[in-house]
Antibody, heavy 116, light 111 residues
Framework: EVRLVESGGGLVKPGRSLRLSCTAS????????VSWFRQAPGKGLEWVGF??????????EYAASVKGRVTISRDDSKSISYMQMDSLKSEDTAVYYC???????WGPGTLVTVSS | DIVMTQTPLSLSVSPGQPASISCKSS???????????LYWYLQRPGQSPHLLVY???SRFSGVPDRFSGSGSGTDFTLKISRLEAEDVGVYYC????????FGQGTNVEVK
């Protein structure tokens, strides 16, 4: 069974940093890109970024709204993807989700609240 | 970015009645590989999005056959043949030919 679980969310002050994790199981993680999405309270879904598999260079791409503040990485030995979020703003408050390359499987999400 | 426009934004349907949601993209979603990267999701209250349909019309594993997707190019439709109580939630279309973007969402409730 394919499973993804996000963790690392919480309450953080503006300007601070947070690292989210996406732990995967049930598929060959190393062969899969991993995408991150977010959903602000009461709002729609927004793509944040993704990281390619090592086969495709392991490089990442980011949405304009987070570029320069977010870094996505992966540890294929642990089947985990990380999203380092720096210089957090109130508008980054959202539930953050990760998905597999097919966008078929989503985790339950982790809530990030940026507030003083 | 590709803009996805859904209509209607809300829908109230009696149980057992059909429902239809339209999604239009600002650019064609037909890729050179022959696939059209259009997805439909249902997000039930308090849950993460759940994939219903991919590649315009392919139902994801376990999705009831009352859900069907159709369309091509820039115009797409999700139809529910007979609405059930468990179908309540927000439906999103998403394009995957470029960095993903979503429609605004259609809130479906049971009348």
């Amino acid at each position: 069974e394919v499973r993804l679980v996000e963790s690392g969310g919480g309450l953080v002050k503006p300007g601070r940093s947070l690292r989210l994790s996406c732990t995967a199981s049930g598929f060959t993680f190393g062969d899969s890109a991993v995408s991150w999405f977010r959903q602000a309270p009461g709002k729609g879904l927004e793509w944040v970024g993704f990281i390619r598999s090592a086969t495709y260079g392991g490089t990442a791409e980011y949405a304009a709204s987070v570029k320069g503040r977010v870094t996505i990485s992966r540890d294929d030995s642990k089947s985990i993807s990380y999203m380092q979020m720096d210089s957090l703003k109130s508008e980054d408050t959202a539930v953050y989700y990760c998905t597999d390359y097919s966008y078929a499987y989503w985790g339950p999400g982790t809530l990030v609240t940026v507030s003083s | 970015d590709i803009v996805m426009t859904q209509t209607p934004l809300s829908l109230s349907v009696s149980p057992g009645q059909p429902a239809s949601i339209s999604c239009k993209s600002s650019q064609s979603l037909l890729h050179s590989d022959g696939k059209t990267y259009l997805y439909w999701y249902l997000q039930r209250p308090g849950q993460s999005p759940h994939l219903l349909v991919y590649d315009v019309s392919s139902r994801f594993s376990g999705v009831p056959d009352r859900f069907s997707g159709s369309g091509s190019g820039t115009d797409f439709t999700l139809k529910i043949s007979r609405l059930e109580a468990e179908d309540v939630g927000v439906y999103y279309c998403m394009q995957g030919i470029q960095f993903p973007t979503f429609g605004q969402g259609t809130n479906v409730e049971v009348k």
